[in-house]
């Protein structure tokens, strides 16, 4: 199942980054506006149909994935260094440092994100692209910090930690070389997980307004446009819906079999 909807999640990446190319050589962009023909529904020259001002609705759910995945991946990679560094740290350095550095953890996790977020662009008046991906990414590592903390706990005191410590090892260099290679499993799951909820979060904060802006559109942005018109025009919610839906179904069992693979415990039910 994992191995399908990984499959399934590459052939979505692949028609959002290729698939306006080859429209494009198809004489058909989603730039093209013809408000005589207007909404339509859809056709074989038109197989996602137009939305009001005449564009073909399947070459923007293209270019909307390709906003929505980037977003996606670069607010997961933000949130996965961030993370990362800040629980490999407060676990392998212990003690008060480690106290500190995840009651701060704990204090944050008392902001609800998405209004955390909706203030901080209301305040600042921005609605970049990259200040969208920073402030999602500066609020999605906190999970993953407590994950990489509990593995790097376990692993500090582990054999070939110790050996190395004793070669005087710089501690920097055991974090990175020696534990979170051996940690690696379940932050790659979890970084896997995080992606749909980031997807839902710029569609949510899009829905808002915050999210995306003209003349960018990201599957967040079709579906808000789509939601308004969806008793006349239901195509132009129905498509970008189901290619998200699709995607975020996809990254969640391929994030519940990496889940599966990587766990020690069910690897040895297997070979029962």
Known sequence: MAVACGIVFLAIVAFCYLGPFVAEACGVDATTIDTVRGASSPSWSHWFGTDTLGRDMLVRVMIGGRIAILVATITTVIALVIGVTWGATAAYAGGHVDNVMMRIVDALYGFPTVVLVIVVMSVFETRSLAALFALIGAISWLTMARITRGQVIALRHREFVEAARALGVPSARIIFRHVLPNAAGPVIVYATLALPQVMLTEAFLSFLGLGVQAPLASWGTLVTEGSSQIIVYPWLLAFPGIAMA???????????????????????????
Request: zero cysteines; aromatic letters at 4%; charged letters at 20%.
């Open 246 to 272: 699709l995607t975020i179904m996809s990254l969640n069992f391929l994030g519940d079999g990496l889940r599966d693979a990587l766990d020690p415990q069910t690897r040895d039910l297997g070979t029962v």
